[in-house]
């Protein structure tokens, strides 16, 4: 039952992870087999797909890289982290992550590049989303990792989405805006930039707020409507939930707090329909009080 568990939870992970490899076998398939841009062409994003309404350029550059060694570094990355997101964060809201990092990265890489030359491909904004959103979780949780595969290195994520900020804001100001890309590199910083804003948003916004609206202010203290309660007056109905037999608000509060749990651990994808029909009737007697 776990493993089953296991599978349904990562299965956008997969499929998004399959997208991207098939995406670049075909791309080597015509570009060394055949000999021809012409995937490449349709399917990579640049100024002038754009202007000539290939709109569909903005969903598919994630599925070309330049090389092998690209696309690698892409796909274990964000196999490595979308496992850990997903207990948290939840399949729909990663599936969302990835759509919004592509499109937003996409659009601010044209809105730089709308005049010039060029082209960008690979999966990096939606790896910079996924990594923005996994620092702001796990900010200092240690984690080590192999520097060319060679020097060990430990340290903690946000110390690395700093540096990914930096080095990502230089390259923008310096290299990207001006038009004069560093020697041997053309990184679009600007994509990685929106991806980054798009992780952070989330976080801050949909992520932490839902917390806000359901978790007390502190741990040690109750919530708003748990501190005094009142006498209810014979006019007012009382508030009634059918969760394992129990109407009482000693009862509403337990099964909140397990479901708090449980979301904290599994993400609110993991939430059944009882659960989920269970936090919007606490949050319309939040909205009451």
């Known amino acids: 039952m776990r493993d089953d568990y296991r599978r349904e939870r990562t299965s956008f992970l997969t499929w998004l992870l399959s997208a991207i490899i098939a995406g670049f ?26 202007r000539h309404g290939h709109v569909w350029t903005l969903l598919t550059y994630p599925l ?50 709308f005049n010039r030359g060029g ?7 939606i ?18 990792f192999l520097v060319f595969f060679v020097l060990p290195i430990t340290t903690r994520p ?43 948003l989330y976080y801050r916004f949909v992520h932490e707020s839902a917390w806000r609206t359901l978790r007390p202010r502190a741990d040690v203290e109750l919530p708003r409507w748990m501190k005094r309660p009142k006498k209810i007056s014979a006019a007012t109905p009382s508030y009634q939930v059918n969760v394992g037999g129990g109407s009482s608000r000693e009862d509403l509060r337990a099964q ?3 479901i708090l749990d449980k979301i ?5 994808g993991a939430l059944t329909p009882e659960e989920k029909r269970v936090l919007d009737e606490a949050r319309d007697l939040l909205s009451r009080r």
């Open 256 to 258: 909140v707090d397990r």
């Open 25 to 50: 076998v075909i791309q080597m398939v015509f570009s060394v087999w055949i000999e021809t841009p012409g995937f490449e062409s349709i399917m990579a994003l640049s100024a002038g797909a754009i």
């Open 264 to 268: 904290n651990s599994h993400g609110f």
């Open 119 to 125: 082209e960008v491909v690979g999966a990096t904004p």
């Open 158 to 200: 946000k110390y690395i989405l700093w540096v990914m900020l930096g080095l990502d804001a230089v390259g923008f100001l310096f290299s990207e805006l001006p038009g004069k890309n560093f020697v041997g590199s053309d990184t679009p910083h600007s994509a990685h930039l929106a991806a980054l804003l798009v992780g952070w």
């Open 127 to 144: 790896l910079w989303c996924y990594f923005t959103v996994f620092a702001c979780l796990f900010a200092n949780r240690e984690i080590s």
């Open 64 to 113: 070309l890289h330049t090389n092998v060694l690209h696309v690698l570094v892409v796909v274990l990355s964000i196999f490595f982290i979308g496992r850990e997101l997903v207990t948290h964060v939840g399949e729909q809201r990663m599936a969302w992550l990835a759509l919004l990092a592509t499109v937003v990265g996409g659009l601010a890489w044209v809105a730089v590049h």
